[in-house]
């Protein structure tokens, strides 16, 4: 299995570092992961490292799909409290 990076990764080099297999590389539009090197960090990283360091919510999935880092996990900012902030602009 192997985590994947999306479309809303922004090529910030951070993961390409910390990637203990060198499965991660760069491509004209966002990094991508080898899933034949992807080890998913196991026996060597308690944590997956590029999802650790990546600063974009959503920009790398979980081998079961799901986001690493979903939205509100490093902003703080959940979905809901950016609704209801725009309820209240709008509501100016
Ligand atoms: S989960 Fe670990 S082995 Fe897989 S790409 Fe990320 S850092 Fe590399
Ligand atoms: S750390 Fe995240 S945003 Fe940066 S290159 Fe890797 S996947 Fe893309």
Same mark, same amino acid.
């Not at 809303?8 to 951070?14: G, L, T």
């Not at 986001?67 to 900012?77: D, F, Q, V």
């Given at each position: 299995m192997a985590l994947n990076i999306v479309e809303?990764?922004?090529? =910030?080099?951070?993961c390409f570092d910390v990637c203990p297999s060198e499965a991660i590389s760069s491509a004209p539009t966002q990094f991508l992961i080898d899933a034949s090197k992807c080890t998913e960090c196991d026996g060597v990283f308690s944590e997956q490292q590029c999802a650790s360091i =990546?600063?974009?919510?959503? *920009?790398i999935l979980l081998a079961d799909g799901s986001? *690493?880092? %979903? %939205?509100?996990?490093?902003?703080?900012?959940t979905p809901q409290c950016m609704l209801e902030a725009m309820c209240e602009i709008q509501a100016r």
């Open positions: 809303s990764c922004v090529s =910030c080099w951070a =990546c600063p974009v919510e959503g *920009a986001e *690493a880092n %979903p %939205p509100g996990s490093l902003t703080g900012i």
